[in-house]
């Protein structure tokens, strides 16, 4: 059975660096893509980056200067690492697997507030 | 980026009632090998959103087939023949056909 978890702080202060981690079960990062996906409150859906099973990763053109994502395929976890945090990214941050978007976690909300 | 415009924003059905959402692409999103990455997806009020139908027409596996996806290159149409209590909340439309992948503004489904 395919799972995805999101685990990170719900609350970073302004120009702090936001960590989150995805953590997959029931598929192989090195056989599948996996998908970060932010939505603001209310709002709708917008693709943030994603590491490809080879390991190169592609990112939103508007954040790619402040973000990374990398993984750890002994630990099948997946990182989203974005700095210089602002409070427009306060979202629900979603990981999901392959460029379907097949599996969804079940997010992790994240505030951007002093 | 590809814009992918959804309409309308908001659906007001009656159970039963069949509706359809639109989904234009401000490009072809016929892919070089033949495919055309257009997905729909539903999220339900406080939930993650799932994947609907793939590649224009397909529905995914435990999809009821009430729904049903249409269209080609820019011009894309979900229809829900006989909505059902269980199919209200926002329907998006998602590309990956070019990077990065792109969503439409999303559809809320309303029940009356």
């Known amino acids: 059975q395919v799972q995805l978890k999101e685990s990170g702080p719900g609350l970073v202060q302004p120009s702090q660096t936001l960590s989150l981690t995805c953590t997959v079960s029931g598929f192989s990062l090195t056989s599948n893509s996996v998908h970060w996906v932010r939505q603001p409150p209310g709002k709708g859906l917008e693709w943030v980056g994603a590491?490809?099973?080879?390991?190169?990763?592609d990112y939103n053109s508007a954040l790619k200067s402040r973000l990374s994502i990398s993984r750890d395929t002994s630990k099948s976890q997946v990182f989203l690492k974005m700095n210089s945090l602002q409070t427009e990214d306060t979202a629900i941050y979603f990981c999901t697997r392959s460029s379907g978007l097949l599996d969804w976690g079940q997010g992790t909300l994240v505030t951007v507030s002093s | 980026d590809v814009v992918l415009t959804q309409t309308p924003p908001t659906l007001l059905a009656t159970i039963g009632q069949s509706v359809s959402i639109s989904c234009r692409s401000s490009?072809?999103?016929?892919?070089?090998?033949?495919?055309?990455?257009l997905n729909w997806l539903l999220q339900r009020t406080g939930q993650s959103p799932q994947p609907l139908i793939y590649l224009v027409s397909k529905l995914e596996s435990g999809v009821p087939n009430r729904f049903s996806g249409s269209g080609s290159g820019t011009d894309f149409t979900l229809k829900i023949s006989g909505v059902e209590a269980e199919d209200l909340g926002v329907y998006y439309c998602?590309?990956?056909?070019?990077?990065?992948?792109?969503f439409g503004s999303g559809t809320k489904l309303e029940i009356k």
């Open positions: 590491i490809w099973s080879g390991g190169s990763t």
């Open positions: 998602m590309q990956f056909t070019h990077y990065p992948l792109t």
């Open positions: 490009q072809s999103l016929l892919h070089s090998n033949g495919n055309t990455y």
